[in-house]
């Protein structure tokens, strides 16, 4: 399994990029095949929030479904764009050699 890890940044309302997220970005991935799920993790400070997506695939090939031949580069919706004062415009992969077993 393949890990996909990518940040970005806002001042403004943290709430706009989670409801892209949520209703743009989940439903985008939830058709792609290999794709096992994704996480938004959120920490804000005095600065403003940062994000990280965590985004789960079964191989790198599916990654590469998704993100076209150039798998390390960021693939950012304008609408999430529009929302995020900075994103990283490169990704990184890990593979996943220990994770928790479903109860």
Do not use: K
Not at 1 to 11: D, E, F, G, H, K
Not at 39 to 68: H, I, K, N, P
Not at 73 to 96: C, G, I, K, Q
């Amino acid at each position: 399994m393949i890990m996909r890890i990518w940040s970005a940044r806002t001042s403004g309302d943290p709430q706009a990029y989670e409801q892209e997220f949520g209703s743009h970005v989940l439903d985008a991935l939830g058709g792609l095949d290999g794709c096992r799920g994704a996480y938004l993790l959120r920490r804000s400070d005095e600065t403003g929030t940062e994000f990280v997506t965590l985004t789960l695939f079964d191989s790198l090939a599916d990654v590469r479904r998704f993100a076209g031949p150039d798998v390390d580069a960021a693939n950012v919706s304008p609408a999430a764009r529009a929302v995020l004062d900075d994103v990283d415009e490169r990704v990184r992969h890990y593979t996943v050699v220990s994770a928790p077993t479903p109860p």
